[in-house]
């Protein structure tokens, strides 16, 4: 059976947008416990929205465009990037309140589905194997982005991986794989090193779980197919928050519509 997963980088936009709400609660949630934190981030070009309401027992002083800019930093949206986090300009919008946090926490209940996968173990995080593999992927590409061979580039990214599962077996069979590059590198360099990180990790996959099975050389393996990717980030593509959550922590297969 054809299996599909598909995973974005830290860079791409959605990915940012959850990030930036994410950081922002930790933070919130530091100076109170039991505050009450709803945050929605949007970017596109320079420009980074943020709306919603936190309700905190005393009055926050933590600087939320430092936080920001202190997390597009660790990303790797910095000075020689098309994206650098210094010319965001930062919208406040959340609607920021003293008070008892209680009274807000104590009546909002938003509904959610859980969803488990019988079958799977724990050398697949208890995930399907197609998303699991689609996340080793996505890790190794990041490290590489940050001390190996694609130390530089990126981060804006996404990856689609396409598996056969059967009989206890699985065998990959396409691998597509969207890049940002700095436009100073050969493109036939960058897609040849991004290879290499691919093979790397399927590599350490089958010797990990004997599951995986095929060579590397049976993968049809395709590495920015439209060509160059330069302008990565909120220059090309708006981002939301919340449209990259189902899919990172279940997979494909939840129905989300």
Not at 21 to 35: G, N
Not at 64 to 75: A, K, M, T, Y
Not at 142 to 168: N, R, T, Y
Not at 244 to 254: I, N, T
Request: overall charge negative.
């Amino acid at each position: 059976m054809k299996r599909y997963s598909e995973v974005v980088l830290n860079g791409h936009p959605d990915k940012f947008c959850d990030l930036v709400a994410d950081r922002l609660v930790r933070e919130i949630c530091k100076s109170d416990p039991a505050a009450y934190a709803q945050i929605e981030v949007a970017v596109w070009s320079d420009m980074i929205f943020l709306t919603g309401g936190v309700v905190t027992g005393t009055r926050l002083s933590f600087p939320v465009e430092e936080v920001i800019r202190e997390l597009g930093r660790e990303i790797g949206y910095m000075a020689g990037n098309h994206i650098d986090v210094e010319r965001y300009r930062v919208m406040d919008h959340v609607c920021w309140l003293t008070g008892d946090p209680g009274q807000w926490t104590g009546f909002v209940n938003d509904q959610c589905i859980v969803t488990g996968y019988a079958g799977y173990d724990s050398e697949t995080g208890f995930l399907p194997p197609e998303h699991f593999c689609a996340w080793h992927f996505r890790d190794k590409l990041i490290k590489s982005l940050h001390e190996g061979p694609l130390e530089g580039q990126g981060p804006d990214g996404k990856i689609l991986v396409v598996m056969d599962e059967g009989h206890g077996e699985w065998g990959l069979a396409k691998v597509l794989v969207t890049l940002q590059q700095q436009e100073r590198v050969s493109f036939i360099d960058f897609t040849g090193a991004v290879d290499e990180v691919l093979r790397d990790a399927w590599r350490e996959l089958r010797l990990k779980d004997r599951r995986w099975q095929g060579e590397w050389e049976d993968v049809v393996v395709l590495v920015n197919r439209n060509g160059p990717l330069v302008d990565g980030g909120s220059d090309g593509d708006n981002g939301q928050t919340g449209r990259k959550l189902v899919m990172d922590y279940y997979g494909p297969r939840v129905l989300v519509g």
